[in-house]
């Protein structure tokens, strides 16, 4: 949760509601049939979801107003996401590479 907004990951969707009464803002289907297994982490403007259990298909960035994609990130490798925000940054752990990525 930041600034009353629940970010959730259900099946393969991507969803934001309000916390005081859980009215959805936004929904954003993945592209995929394999479930995440992370909680979604938001930061700044932005929040970031890994898009498959595999991790094959990356994370992707998206603007908490809108629910519009902002930037995908898949660097090609296999295995699960770990996600942490802190410090205006995103930190995305896969097979051991830890990489900050800049939010909005």
């Known amino acids: 949760m930041r600034k009353g907004v629940v970010y959730a990951v259900d099946g393969t969707d991507l969803s934001a509601r309000r916390a005081g009464d859980g009215a959805e803002m936004w929904t954003l289907p993945f592209a995929s049939d394999d479930h995440p297994l992370d909680a979604p982490v938001a930061e ?3 929040v970031w979801a890994a898009l498959d259990e595999r991790g094959d298909q990356g994370v992707v960035a998206v603007d908490v107003r809108s629910g519009s ?36």
């Open 44 to 46: 700044s403007g932005s």
């Open 69 to 104: 994609v902002a930037w995908p990130y898949a660097p090609g490798a296999e295995g699960g996401w770990r996600l942490a925000a802190a410090g205006n940054r995103v930190f995305a752990l896969q097979s051991g590479t830890l990489t900050a990525m800049p939010v909005f």
